[in-house]
């Protein structure tokens, strides 16, 4: 059984980083997906970066290309999100998501989902 359990949100201050963790039980890290979504209040989730784990190749949203990094620690079975240069914008419910499938990931439903931790970035 899959279970993500996400951690590291918090508030603060635009300009400022923070390092967002998810926890993996039960993830076999082939040829599967994992990605970091996010939803602002009133807002379509959107999703924000994604690492397919066979080959590491990594995709980011133009909205955090360029300061965002997802990174997957196996040691750990703890997948990583560094956001720097935080702004207001990036405010809102961030979730880990996971799929053994990467078409059905890739079809914009990904099976696993963590419970979300809360950033706040104020200006």
């Known amino acids: 059984q899959v279970q993500l359990m996400e951690s590291g949100g918090g508030s603060v201050q635009a300009g400022g980083s923070l390092t967002l963790s998810c926890v993996s039980a039960g993830v076999r890290y082939s040829d599967d997906i994992m990605a970091w979504f996010r939803q602002a209040p009133g807002k379509e989730r959107e999703e924000v970066a994604k690492?397919?784990?066979?080959?590491?190749?990594?995709y980011y949203s133009d909205s955090v290309q360029g300061r965002f990094t997802i990174s997957l620690d196996r040691a750990k079975n703890t997948l990583n999100l560094l956001m720097n240069r935080l702004r207001p914008e990036d405010t809102g419910m961030y979730y880990c998501a996971y799929d053994h499938s990467i078409p059905h990931a890739l079809s914009g439903t990904y099976k696993h989902w963590g419970q979300g931790t809360q950033v706040t970035v104020s200006s």
């Open positions: 690492l397919y784990i066979d080959g590491g190749t990594t």
